[in-house]
């Protein structure tokens, strides 16, 4: 039996977009790359039975070959890429070839994936895929598959990284945990994994760090919604991980900014970044998304300094488009960046994700613009916003980026963090990652060719000591004010 597993193309790379932006960093390290390595199809290749014989296809490294023969075919798919998943699962079920369809998207929506596929697989598939595949050999494939149990992480096989094409991805991920305790109103990631936390044996983890680091991967990714969700368990992983001296990023609250312990641990064990779900600088807007009202936006300036005086970068994610936004609040997110020295960050648009609370209560008051799903990519607004227009959130969210992002806010962002680290005697010889990672997202925000339309012509030239990244910037008229 010859199974595919595919990764439908991001949409938000199409145009050169989203956070990790392929042509940078194909610049930077001269051979084409996509950053982060996602977890789902490795680890449901690692779930088969040997019985079939696996391939995996990222369509954003790879085309796909639609005339291969196999057996059949299984794509994963979040909102933003159902549409594309399912003209793929099209064009296969055109050649005759049995497709599954899983992800969150589909578990949401099976009635809608089902119109596109053979059989879909709701939740996580732990539990169903064996039986799924043995269904399949015997010609007894069922439409859908839903565990009613979630999955016991303690059995969970090692991912197959080796049948990725690693050598085009920065970063593999790890996961020890799932589920999330919070219930924020846009999230779907407690509809999808549920709100209790179930952890990997510290073993299996560890065994998985080793095997990537056999590959040459010592740059790794906590996938985890919150790794800090089980405070006993993170204290024990990060003893284990100092002596493998590897070096990751991982996503935790705010609220590590008081846990003075983990955030020596998380800096002796190798942790550089942390991604942190900030949100909102509104107190209204944070309670109304029902976020831990414990660390409210008072705090956030704070907070950040005295984390990343740990020598831990902070990439704080932000979301426009909450009740409570009006026209001041993109002024208001330049300032707060200006102001809090915070490494970096990343803007999202608001967006309704089919299942969550925010969509039906949308939907309840006559605010769902459309259904499109490739435009449900937190880069457009999808919904009517209630107290700025739907193109105001657009024009405000890229005006955020370009002004964050602009040389002279990296500059001066970077040289206070490194005045912090002077004071703080941390990262002495590793400072190159903050200007990596701004660097790329300026080239997003001046690649945002509908929106800008700005042409970025880049030359590199490499010395003994730098890389001098010069910019030609032609601006055409586009009918967006200078300010705006």
């Known amino acids: 039996m010859k199974l595919k597993l595919i990764a439908p193309k991001d949409t938000v790379n199409k145009d050169g977009l989203g956070w990790w932006n392929q042509d940078f960093w194909s ?55 159902a549409v594309r998943a399912y003209q793929i699962a099209d064009e296969f079920r055109r050649r005759g070839v049995k ?33 799924l595949i043995n269904d399949f050999k015997e010609g007894n494939l069922k439409k859908f598959y839903h565990s009613e149990q979630k999955p016991d992480l303690k059995n969970q096989p090692i991912p197959r990284w080796d049948l990725l094409r690693n050598e085009y991805y920065s970063t593999p991920t790890i996961e020890t945990t799932r589920g ?6 846009f999230c779907s990631i407690k509809i999808f994994l549920g709100n209790k936390i179930r ?22 990714f906590f996938g985890d919604d919150n790794l800090m969700a089980n405070k006993r368990y993170l204290k024990e992983l990060l003893i284990r991980l100092i002596p493998l001296k590897t070096t990751f990023q991982a996503s935790l609250p705010i609220s590590l900014a008081k846990e003075e312990g983990l955030m020596k641990l998380l800096a002796e064990s190798g942790c550089k970044r942390i991604v942190i779900g900030l949100e909102s600088l509104s107190e209204e807007n944070s309670k109304q998304m029902n976020k831990d009202k414990s660390y409210g936006p008072e705090k956030y300036i704070e907070y950040i300094n005295k984390i990343q005086s740990y020598g831990i970068e902070m990439y704080g994610s932000f979301i426009f488009g909450y009740d409570c936004d009006d026209e001041y609040v993109f002024e208001d997110m330049v300032r707060f960046f200006d102001e809090s020295n915070i490494s970096a960050g990343a803007f999202h648009i608001l967006t309704p994700y089919p299942g969550t609370r925010l969509f039906e209560r949308l939907k309840n008051e006559n605010r769902i613009l459309h259904q499109n799903w490739e435009l449900y990519d937190s880069m457009h607004a999808c919904f009517k916003p209630k107290l700025i227009s739907p193109e105001t959130l657009e024009k405000g969210f890229w005006w955020v980026q370009r002004q964050v992002f602009s040389y002279e806010s990296i500059f001066k962002r970077l040289r206070n963090l490194w005045n912090l ?42 010395n003994t000591k730098q890389y001098e990244t010069v910019y030609e910037v032609e601006v055409k008229s586009s009918g967006i004010e200078d300010g705006m």
């Open 27 to 81: 610049l930077v390290t001269g051979r084409k790359m996509y950053g982060i390595a996602r977890l789902n199809l490795p680890l449901i290749a690692g779930l088969t039975p040997p019985i079939a014989e696996i391939t995996i296809i990222d369509e954003n490294i790879e085309e796909i070959n639609f005339d291969e023969k196999v057996d059949m075919v299984g794509i994963s798919a979040y909102t933003a890429l």
């Open 421 to 462: 680290w002077n004071k703080t005697n941390v990262r002495q010889y590793d400072r190159i990652s903050p200007i990596m990672i701004n660097l790329n997202a300026n080239n997003i925000a001046y690649s945002h060719l509908i929106i800008n339309n700005i042409r970025i012509n880049e030359e590199v030239t490499k």
């Open 199 to 220: 952890s990997k044996p510290i073993e299996s983890v560890i065994r998985e760090v080793e095997m990537l680091k056999s590959m040459g991967r010592n740059l790794l």
């Open 180 to 185: 999330c305790p919070y219930d924020c109103e």
């Open 99 to 131: 497709v599954v369809l899983g992800g969150i998207h589909p578990s949401v929506l099976p009635e809608e994936a089902i119109q596109h596929s053979d059989c879909v697989v709701i939740g996580e598939a732990e539990n169903v895929w064996g039986g």
